[in-house]
């Protein structure tokens, strides 16, 4: 992807420029993406963009008088699509920024997995909640946690290697089918001393940022957590 510069403190830039570069990341892996989520949104939000076009234009062209009646169902139905537009984007895609799968012989079998991210306020933590099926076709669920420091130097632009390495190492279909970042991710993991892994870690006394955040077989830089769901 071509290299933005950003504001180095803004968590949205930060958030939103680093979910930008993880489908892009898994689609040149073989990863297969599903649009429903983003397809149901947008079919609920242009409807009620559509609705409330058609009710202005019938009130301007016959009247108050002629159109009150549909009037008052139009914007019943205008205030339902968005009462469930909202209800979609905070109920059901909760923050997902992937949602595909992957049929790779690596892993022997289609395997779906789905990726959502979040920030904290004022805090510079990249926090993902991952759900995958492992080889025994069991869904399991990791929650990560990385600063962004560790893909964007000091001057705002991303940086794809270190990402692209954490993802491998830490989630374990992703690095099936990346070996290559896994290992590097590992080795960088074995050398780290609580830095960044690109050159010149952004400085910003405002943020209280943990120097280093450990795992028991990850990054000094990323958290993580995993527990398993029956399939």
């Given at each position: 992807m ?5 504001a180095?403190y803004?968590?949205?830039?930060l ?5 930008d570069a993880?489908p892009n990341?898994?689609t040149?892996?073989?990863f ?9 949104r947008?079919?609920l ?15 301007y ?5 002629k159109?009150?009646?549909?009037t ?16 979609w ?13 992957i049929?790779?012989?690596k ?17 510079p933590i ?9 080889s ?5 669920t990791?929650?990560?946690s990385?600063?962004?420091t560790r893909w ?6 991303f940086?794809?290697?270190p990402f692209?390495?954490?993802l ?5 279909l ?19 001393n ?10 910003d006394?405002k ?25």
């Open positions: 071509a290299a933005t510069k950003i180095v803004s968590i949205s830039d958030k939103n420029t680093t979910d993880l990341y898994l040149s892996l073989k297969k993406q599903s649009h429903f989520l983003t397809d149901v947008l079919a939000g242009y409807s009620a963009v559509v609705i409330a076009a058609i009710t202005f234009y019938a009130d062209k016959l009247g108050w008088d159109t009150k009646y549909w008052f169902w139009a914007v019943l139905v205008y205030f339902t699509l968005n009462g469930a537009l909202t209800f984007i905070w109920g059901v895609e909760k923050g997902k920024v992937f949602a595909g799968q049929d790779h012989p892993v022997g079998r289609k395997s779906p997995l789905s990726i959502a991210s979040s920030v904290a306020k004022h805090t990249y926090n993902i909640t991952v759900e995958y099926s492992n025994k076709g069991e869904t399991k990791l929650k990560l990385s600063p962004f964007f130097d000091v001057n705002g632009f940086v794809a290697k692209q390495q954490w491998a190492l830490e989630i374990p992703i690095g099936q089918v990346d070996p290559k970042n896994k290992d590097d991710g590992a080795k960088s993991a074995a050398s780290a609580g830095e960044s892994e690109v050159d010149g870690p952004v400085e006394e943020y209280d940022t943990p120097k280093k955040s450990t795992s028991s077989d990850a990054a000094p830089t990323s958290t993580r957590s995993r527990r398993g769901k029956r399939g």
